[in-house]
């Protein structure tokens, strides 16, 4: 989240775009030298610790710590080496970087406003060009093959369409019967399910009514029949997150940090979702066209 005015996640994306490399690398040395060491480390997230501030920070494509939020997610899962796992939003590929490197898994790295040949870069510099397989897709017009994934995530990018009531039919056809699906990212504690309460209204726009709480997304996936789930919880202190992670990259941003403070918790926070297909529901057809042969009849009934 970054904006007030604009989708959020995709402001700080364009934000980012408009440097150019070089400016960009200045700034993230600069930022890195500034910037204390503690708030990259956390005993809560010690795979994420290991990874050098400069290159977190380089790899920033929206308001979250895309590493933290992908070792939380996946400490909810069990990811195998050799597991072929689809990484969907992934921005600058940092969280499938991260997948590779700790668990050994391969991964096709999949955005829709990163290019492809952004995120070959980084991949080839953290050396894991063997395993991370960068693709350039929009998330409802997925370019594979049916069971073709033992795995799924989604790291802070679901709400933008995994909202919509036939997304989860559409996306389970690409993990096997048994393969896992899992989703983290900016929700809410709880829904609000009155008017929008004061101390949000500055900071809200239309895109953030995409933001559930876990039973929300408990619900929107196990009424389908489709999932079995495992786990759906808020982060502890998830919020606390969000602004500590904020302050770093968006220091600026005054509404969304006075928003967060003067919430504290009550209602914004992390989420996560993790589950298993299940291999007996039989998922409905994915119809992206009929087709049809024009055979030409009469208009009118004079016409016969």
Known sequence: MVSARVCPVAATKVAFSVFSAALWNGLVRELGAMIPDHLFTSTSFPRSSRYHPEWVLASVSGAANSLWLTEWLTSAMDLKPGMRVLDLGCGRAASSIFLRREFGVQVWATDLWFDASDKIRRIQDADVEDGVF????????????????????????????????LYLNYLARFVR????????????????????????????????????????????????????????????????????????????????????????????????????????????????????????????????
């Open 134 to 165: 960068p693709i350039h897709a929009d998330a409802r017009s997925l370019p594979f093959g049916s069971a073709f994934f033992d795995a799924i995530v989604s790291i802070d990018s679901f709400y933008y369409y995994g909202t919509d009531d």
């Open 177 to 304: 019967p048994g393969g896992q699906i899992g989703i983290a990212g900016a929700g809410l504690v709880r829904e609000i399910d009155g008017p929008l309460p004061e101390h949000l209204r500055q900071w809200w726009t239309q895109d953030l009514w995409g933001l559930h709480s876990p039973d929300w997304w408990r619900h929107h996936w196990e009424r389908t029949g489709i999932m079995e789930i495992d786990v759906a919880e808020a982060m502890p202190d998830g919020w606390q997150r969000w602004l500590d992670w904020h302050r770093v990259i968006a220091p600026h941003n005054e509404l969304e940090i006075n928003a967060l403070q003067a919430d504290g918790g009550d209602y914004l926070g992390y989420v996560r979702l993790a589950g298993r297909r299940r291999g007996e529901t039989e998922l409905a057809d994915h119809i992206m066209s009929v087709p049809t042969q024009y055979t030409r009849k009469p208009l009118l009934r004079s016409e016969e």
